[in-house]
T-cell receptor, first 111, second 115 residues
Framework: GDSVTQMEGPVTLSEEAFLTINCTYT??????LFWYVQYPGEGLQLLLK?????DKGSNKGFEATYRKETTSFHLEKGSVQVSDSAVYFC??????????FGKGTRLSVIA | KAGVTQTPRYLIKTRGQQVTLSCSPI?????VSWYQQTPGQGLQFLFE???????NKGNFPGRFSGRQFSNSRSEMNVSTLELGDSALYLC??????????????FGSGTRLTVV
């Protein structure tokens, strides 16, 4: 079945550092890809999405590009802030199928 | 507009008991999905309801059940609780249940602890 693999955490960065969280997927067909973020004690929030190859999703300084040739959807941010500390989940879905999530990557940003 | 509301936020139950969790979706959303989140297994899909009908079901035992009412509110029930059922249960609503169109909005979850 479909699956998502993302880099293990935790990731600890200093404020203003560059962030990359790797995500690769296995799927039949052409899934939509998502990044969700979970802040402590809260549910998941959609951070960005891409629905077809070469699409770039972006939001709040985060970006990810749907790469069909490498089946990847890596999350990047040029300059992280302490407020970005959270758990990040990569996910995929096809049409009406449920979201399939990666295991999550915990990011800690220190001042 | 109001987000997805899950009640209660926290629950402590004893092994063998049953529990009912509630989810009120965003007004106008007809699809409600439930996920279980644990440190070991991550986020696992339980089931999805659309217009009062179960449309998708994950790989969970029959002790886990759900339903959706005509106002789109949904409940999930877990009978004969086991220690391993301790988890954060997340509900997500969507307009049509098609992620590539509208995406899902998640609630803050119900933290269930089984002792």
């Amino acid at each position: 079945g479909d699956s998502v693999t993302q880099m293990e955490g935790p990731v600890t960065l200093s404020e203003e550092a560059f962030l990359t969280i790797n995500c690769t997927y296995t799927a039949t067909g052409y899934p939509s890809l998502f990044w969700y973020v979970q802040y402590p004690g809260e549910g998941l929030q959609l951070l960005l999405k891409a629905t077809k190859a070469d699409d770039k999703g972006s939001n709040k300084g985060f970006e990810a590009t749907y790469r069909k040739e490498t089946t990847s959807f890596h999350l990047e941010k040029g300059s992280v802030q302490v407020s970005d500390s959270a758990v990040y989940f990569c996910a995929l879905s096809q049409g009406n199928t449920p979201l399939v999530f990666g295991k999550g990557t915990r990011l800690s940003v220190i001042a | 507009k109001a987000g997805v509301t899950q009640t209660p936020r926290y629950l402590i139950k004893t092994r063998g008991q049953q529990v009912t969790l509630s989810c009120s979706p965003i007004s106008g959303h007809r699809s409600v999905s439930w996920y279980q989140q644990t440190p070991g297994q991550g986020l696992q899909f339980l089931f999805e309801y659309f217009s009062e009908t179960q449309r998708n079901k994950g790989n969970f035992p029959g002790r886990f059940s759900g339903r959706q009412f005509s106002n789109s509110r949904s409940e999930m029930n877990v009978s004969t609780l086991e220690l391993g059922d301790s988890a954060l249960y997340l509900c997500a609503s969507s307009l049509e249940g098609r992620t590539f169109d509208y995406g899902y909005t998640f609630g803050s979850g119900t933290r269930l602890t089984v002792v």
